[in-house]
């Protein structure tokens, strides 16, 4: 008895604890008690033998190995920072290549956050510069608000600090202990300080500081301006002061921008800073995005509208989603009210009539003080809830993206010839509201296939890509290594080519080879998840939405798809959840769990889009061949004309003309013909009507397809003027 | 080439007064008429389109009374405006104009010339009219049977093939042959022995009957040995299946000059067919059966029971393929071998030993056992399949 009363205890306190402090995940905060827990365990044990020793003394006892008193001397708090320096893989600080990923998103999540809260639409420069073999800079740079003075330390120098964690409301921070977390990663495999500088507005000073975490207390140390940081005046003086520093800063009225040294691996493709990137460009069409690789290529995702999503409003928890030790929590914090206010006050969709019945359900009085509930209350009481009929959760609180700015986003940003896009209705699991998005790009011909000579040339003059390789990976999106090294090869040109040096034969033969391979051969289905705007890039097989997708029958919409896998083609598909809390398979944050209303609404979701996709992809044929009707019909009009006017004399071009309307009289009651649902077929299918939320552009057109290296203009020429 | 295209096309009113005979005139209108009814189609906003008598083994009968195959009323329709048939209708429109010029200018060619005369690229687009000449030779028999007019009147020959030799004398084109003096390559039967080209009379005729030979190597023995002098016959080949050359020629020589026909063919399925096509006429070519069947050729051998009757070894025999045995069965079902129990149990005798026996293989015995022995002695005995 002792010792639970000693656990729960300690549990309260540790509660308390991360109460007090910021953002912590609901699941590490159990794993920590768990591990309190455990700890203390032994030494329970160890207290209640000590009771019997005395007895046990006069006899031959086994020689101890440690008292307790010993053992206490060893027992200690641990602190969170100090726990996580240990478990950094938690965090996504696995390995180098993720704590590089880890670092961007968890300092993009928070500027992007930071800015819509504030109303601000965003705009993010992202650094990232090699400083040596295995250790990189990135420099992170929003123009949000701004934080104030005092604040900057214990934001980037503490952990579990901030203010998304106690509410109930849909932001991309549940990511929790974010970027504290990358600067002590930082910190630690490089030494190097945290810098931070922020201006709030463009009269006030800039703040700067270097800051270096202190993993025992759990305290920002701050290293530059004798411990208190350093001001930067607005102006001139401000700049010079930037420049003969080397503070890294792109001057903006307000922002804050946050530089971490750290060890790491830069990478490309899959689970790449750049991939993620630009999966967040897709569903945030309201940002800009600016990113510059160790590389030096430049990439901008420039926003597709100006308009801020709503702001998500917070609720209160719906009873279906509580769990009976957060009842009985809830319960315990609630002072002196009634059971009936309890229930009406501090959950979404109760009414005191329906507080009645819960109560008379569990037997309870609906004026018992809250005090006096006790478990057993409140294990009726919870039972009772999940009883009784209580009508889903407002889901007012969810902002969806809008099947709009998705189509916006998308076509942005992934080339293709087919945007479809589909807003489900909010939904709710476990009393929890959520909304399925789904966005579906199909893709014509690859972007090397669209390329004119004079651009290819344009092209190869302005790369600094050292291989021909590399431009080609770097200048086509979507491309790849992999058809890059099939296009090369196909060309027969070397792979380590300048590309700037190719002859001309080789530049016709590289065009040639651009021309003519196919890309898209083999290739499956690309998959974009998201979470409350946040893309997911690992463990696509354990997420509901892969598993949805893949247990989804496409080949109905004309892809061709093999068993239990990912349909084939050139398609890209983006399911995006929306929820107050989405519901994560582990505390990676990675995958979403299966709940089978989730997976139903994906499922909803993606039969929504494919049905577009297949009548476009049927359309498309059914033009196809019509047009080759009217074509081989006009083929061979000319010859038969000729023909007959030799034999007998009659005036070729009349007869022509006369074939020529009958044959458009034929093919135009082909075009007439209805498809199956009996409507009229209509022949372009750019001017198909498929309904809203579908755009079908010229894949030749798309500007997304090709990547420029930016010419710098010189600016001296403007100040002279 | 860049010499020859003015030429070409000067004459095109140089002889549009060519002297016309009577059947180029009724054939000219028929072509016409082909092309005004395209015309008229098109005036009235109709689909054109030409109905041409299908030349398929469903669309053939056997006439018991006359002996011969002919062909039945079922046509297929060719439109302009259907996706599988416009380009075949084009063809069609193209040879028939090809055949006028050839008419007007009052010439002839071969069918290669005439795939090489309407052979172009259509114009915008990367399309022949014609890429292979099998695909113009079809559509030159389409026409054939469209316009009711055999190639011939449509001034159109094929290579020569077949040769003959024989106490005859013949007038081609005005010149005289004497199929007698004719070396040891034999006169070449023409593509063309219509009575305007090659004029017969029975009394410059001392032969007997008619030996025609599978192919030139049989008939060059046959040659060599001076069979037809011995004999008093005339000695043809037709290189394989024969021409249709040869076919109308073995067929004006029986009718006109009353010789009868023994054929000596190979034992094996290709041989009894080549004897059908002589006999009842083909399927293919059945509108021509009136002008070319022989009903009254007799089958002289190989027959199957020849590997026994004269002794042959082992080794001359050609086990028959699959292929051979499938044919032979269906060779044996045509309705004009059906009723044959002879035949049958021909057939059934080859397909029991399980080998063919081509006609070579009689020099096993002796160089020319063929031409000395076996032959007189058929005909001697009367031996011959009918």
Same mark, same amino acid.
């Given at each position: 008895m002792g010792d639970v009363a000693l656990a729960t205890a300690k549990k309260k306190t540790v509660k308390k604890k991360v109460r007090a402090a910021k953002p912590a995940t609901r699941s590490v905060k159990k794993k920590k008690v768990k591990k309190k827990v455990r700890k203390k365990t032994p030494s329970a044990s160890a207290d209640a033998e000590m009771q019997h020793s005395p007895a046990a003394s006069n006899g031959v006892a086994p020689k101890r190995r440690s008292t307790a008193k010993a053992m206490a001397a060893t027992q200690r708090d641990i602190s969170v920072s100090e726990f996580f320096a240990k478990n950094r893989h938690l965090l996504g600080f696995d390995n180098p290549r993720k704590a590089l990923l880890t670092t961007v998103k968890e300092a993009v999540d928070n500027s992007l956050d930071a800015c819509e809260e504030a109303g601000i639409l965003p705009e993010i420069w992202v650094h990232i510069q090699q400083t040596a073999n295995d250790r990189y800079k990135v420099g992170i740079q929003d123009n949000g608000p701004g934080i104030l003075k005092k604040q900057i330390p214990l934001i +980037?120098?503490?952990?579990?600090?901030?203010?998304? +964690?106690?509410?109930l409301r849909q932001s991309r921070g549940q990511q929790g202990i974010g970027i504290s977390a990358a600067g002590m990663y930082g910190v630690q495999t490089t030494g190097k300080p945290v810098k931070i500088i922020s201006k709030v507005g463009a009269r006030k000073p800039a703040h700067y500081y270097e800051i270096q975490i202190d993993t025992k207390k759990n305290e920002p140390r701050i290293l530059n301006g004798k411990g208190e940081g350093v001001d930067i005046p607005p102006g001139e003086s401000g700049k010079a002061y930037i420049e003969k520093h080397g503070i890294e800063w792109v001057e903006q009225p307000h922002g804050t921008r946050v530089t971490i040294e750290l060890e790491a691996k830069f990478v490309r493709g899959r689970g790449s800073v750049g991939e993620y990137l630009e999966q967040t460009a897709i569903a945030n069409p309201h940002i800009t995005l600016n990113y510059e690789d160790p590389d030096d290529f430049v990439y901008t995702y420039e926003r597709s509208t100006k308009v801020l999503p709503p702001e998500p409003k917070e609720i209160k928890p719906h009873p279906y989603g509580v769990e009976l030790g957060r009842l009985a929590a809830m319960l315990e914090e609630t002072q002196g009210s009634t059971l009936s206010e309890f229930l009406t006050s501090r959950f979404s969709r109760v009414t005191s009539p329906l507080a009645r019945r819960i109560c008379q359900t569990a037997g309870v009085g609906t004026r018992t003080n809250t005090h006096k509930v006790g478990r057993k209350e409140a294990e009726l009481l919870f039972h009772a809830i999940q009883k009784t009929k209580i009508s889903p959760p407002a889901t007012d609180c969810i902002c969806p993206i809008g099947e709009d700015l998705i189509l916006k986003g998308m076509h942005k940003v992934v080339p293709g010839e087919f945007y479809a896009a589909a807003t489900r209705p909010p939904a709710v699991y476990r009393g929890n509201p959520f909304q399925i998005e789904v966005g579906l790009t199909y893709g014509g011909s690859a972007p090397t296939q669209n390329i004119s000579k004079d651009l290819l040339l344009d092209l190869l003059e302005e790369t600094d890509a050292r291989t021909v390789r590399q431009f080609l990976v770097h200048t086509f999106n979507g491309l790849g290594g992999e058809g890059a090294d099939k296009i090369i090869k196909t060309a027969s040109i070397g792979t380590r080519q300048t590309p700037s040096k190719l002859k001309p034969k080789e530049i016709e033969a590289l065009f040639t080879a651009m021309k003519n391979?196919?890309?898209?051969?083999?290739q499956s289905m690309e998959v974009l998840r998201y979470a409350n705007r946040v893309p997911l890039q690992f463990q696509q097989s354990a997420c509901a939405i892969t598993q949805t997708i893949l247990n989804t029958n496409w080949r109905s919409y004309g892809l061709s798809q093999s068993r239990g896998g990912l349909p084939k083609g050139p398609v890209s598909l983006m399911v995006h959840i929306a929820s107050v809390w989405v519901p994560f398979t582990s505390e990676s944050k990675e995958a979403i769990a299966n709940y089978p209303e989730i997976q139903k609404e994906i499922r909803l979701g993606l039969q929504a889009v494919g049905r577009k996709l297949g009548m476009f992809l049927r359309r498309r044929l059914r033009v196809k061949q019509q047009s080759d009707r009217r074509e081989i019909f006009l083929r061979y009009l000319k010859e038969v004309s000729t023909a007959v006017s030799e034999i007998n004399g009659v005036k070729q071009p009349e007869l022509y003309e006369q074939l020529l309307s009958v044959a458009k009289r034929r093919t135009a009651d082909a075009d007439m013909k209805l498809d199956e649902r009996g409507k009229k077929i209509q022949e372009d299918p750019t001017q198909l009507d498929l309904g809203e939320n579908v755009l079908i552009v010229?894949?030749?057109?798309?500007?997304?397809a090709i990547n420029r290296v930016e010419i710098e203009e010189e600016p001296e020429e403007a100040y002279e003027e | 080439m860049a010499k020859k295209r003015p030429i070409k096309k000067t004459p095109v009113t140089r002889h549009a007064a060519v002297k016309l005979t009577p059947r180029d005139k009724k054939t000219l209108s028929s072509i016409t008429d082909l092309a005004d009814r395209v015309v008229s189609a098109a005036k009235t906003r109709k689909d054109p389109y030409v109905d041409i008598p299908s030349r398929t083994l469903s669309n053939v009968r056997f006439s018991p009374r006359k002996g011969i195959l002919e062909m039945g009323n079922s046509k297929n329709r060719r439109q302009l405006f259907d996706l599988s048939q416009a380009k075949a209708y084009m063809r069609t429109m193209l040879v028939a104009s090809g055949c006028k010029r050839l008419l007007d200018q009052g010439k002839s060619t071969s069918l290669r010339g005439l795939f090489y005369m309407l052979k172009h690229t259509i114009e915008g687009a990367k399309e022949n009219t014609f890429d292979d000449q099998n695909e113009c030779d079809t559509i030159i028999e389409d026409v054939e049977v469209l316009l009711n007019s055999i190639r011939e009147e449509l001034h159109l020959y094929a290579e020569n093939r077949g040769a003959m030799v024989g106490n005859i004398v013949l007038t081609d084109k005005g010149d005289t042959i004497d199929c007698a003096r004719m070396g040891s390559g034999g006169y070449a039967i023409p593509s063309i022995v219509e009575p305007e080209v090659i004029e017969l009379d029975p009394k410059k005729c001392g032969a007997k009957f008619i030996l025609h030979v599978e192919k030139g190597t049989v008939w060059q023995r046959f040659n060599e040995d001076k069979f037809w002098e011995k004999h008093n016959c005339i000695l043809t080949h037709g290189s394989g299946q024969p021409p249709r050359g040869v076919r109308r020629m073995l067929h004006r020589l029986h009718n006109e000059l009353k010789l009868p026909i023994y054929c000596v063919l190979d034992n094996d399925p290709w041989g009894y067919y080549i004897y059908s096509v002589i006999k009842q006429g083909s399927i293919n070519l059945a509108f021509e059966s009136q002008r070319m069947a022989i009903p009254d050729a007799k089958y002289l051998g190989l027959r199957s029971i020849d590997f026994d009757r004269c002794q042959l070894s082992d080794s001359v025999k050609i086990s028959l393929n699959e292929n051979d045995r499938k044919r032979a069965k269906q060779i044996a079902k045509y309705p004009w071998f059906e009723k044959k129990r002879r035949w049958q149990s021909e057939i059934q005798r080859m397909l029991k030993n399980d080998f063919k026996l081509e006609v070579e293989s009689l020099i096993s015995k002796d160089i020319s056992y063929v031409t000395e022995v076996y032959v007189p002695e058929r005909l001697a005995e009367q031996d011959w399949l009918d």
């Open positions: +980037f120098g503490k952990l579990l600090y901030g203010s998304k +964690f106690h509410r391979v196919n890309i898209a051969e083999g010229d894949p030749t057109q798309h500007e997304a | -």
